[in-house]
Nanobody, 118 residues
Framework: QVQLMESGGGLVQPGGSLRLSCAAS????????MSWYRQLPGKQRDMVAR??????????DSVKGRFTISRGGAVNTIETMWLQMNNLEPEDTAVYYC?????????WGQGIQVTVSS
């Protein structure tokens, strides 16, 4: 089992920045990749960015050039994952979820609110 805990959300003005963190604990050696998802009320949960244990990253088109995903931990593991969000837009307002994928298991954090508003 893996436990995921997000931190760093909050309220920010348009054009501002926030940094989200996700701390992984438990059987982290089983994790193949981790991702950030976001969800609006009544909408599906969409992937924002993904990073694997080698540091290869992928981004949704809507955040390319503004968001940066990174990882920390021993070689070929992910202990902490960050999402640096710059030039935030009101459309980025959502609940952001940390996601971890092992070979046969999927893990989710409880989510954290990000609100972009003036």
């Amino acid at each position: 089992q893996v436990q995921l805990m997000e931190s760093g959300g909050g309220l920010v003005q348009p054009g501002g920045s926030l940094r989200l963190s996700c701390a992984a604990s438990g059987n982290i050696i089983s994790i193949i990749y981790m991702s950030w998802y976001r969800q609006l009320p009544g909408k599906q949960r969409d992937m924002v960015a993904r990073i694997d244990t080698h540091g290869t990253a992928n981004y949704a088109d809507s955040v390319k050039g503004r968001f940066t995903i990174s990882r920390g931990g021993a070689v070929n593991t992910i202990e902490t994952m960050w999402l640096q969000m710059n030039n935030l837009e009101p459309e980025d307002t959502a609940v952001y979820y940390c996601h971890g994928r092992a070979r046969s298991e999927t893990y989710w954090g409880q989510g954290i609110q990000v609100t972009v508003s003036s």
